[in-house]
């Protein structure tokens, strides 16, 4: 993740070949599990009467693909009408690189008096 400015200014992110704009930022959310309670008939029982609990067993049956936003300067090159596109997201932020089939599921523009735009987009990885 970069430090300085000076690292900021060499990351890049493009979505499907077309540069989102200058890098100004990004936040990563990874996989998720979704358990599934699994507990059987023959389930541990501990306690008694009216404190009789059931040890409840769960197994993790899904895996939710992680999520990633960019923030970049500039005016957004996609709009809403882009979202649901699908397409290789590749970037470079602090030296690191990668790449890989991705979906568009959000675009916003972000502005304030004296500011320049910022594009703020979500991702959601394919597979």
Do not use: H, K
Not at 3 to 29: C, I, K, N, R
């Amino acid at each position: 993740m970069p430090g300085t400015y000076a690292e900021a200014a060499g990351a890049s992110v493009s979505f499907g070949g077309v540069s989102l704009g200058a890098f100004a930022g990004f936040d990563e959310q990874y996989s998720a599990a979704s358990p599934t309670d699994t507990t059987g008939a023959s389930a541990t029982i501990v306690g008694s009467g009216g404190n009789t609990r059931v040890i409840r067993q769960v197994e993790i049956t899904m895996i939710e693909p992680g999520s990633i936003s960019f923030r970049c300067w500039g005016n957004p090159p996609f709009t809403r009408a882009d979202i649901g596109l699908s397409a290789t997201l590749a970037f470079t932020i602090g030296g690191v690189s990668t790449s890989g089939a991705a979906q568009l599921v959000n675009v916003q523009r972000v502005g304030s008096a004296g500011e320049v735009i910022q594009g703020s987009y979500q991702f959601q990885f394919m597979g």
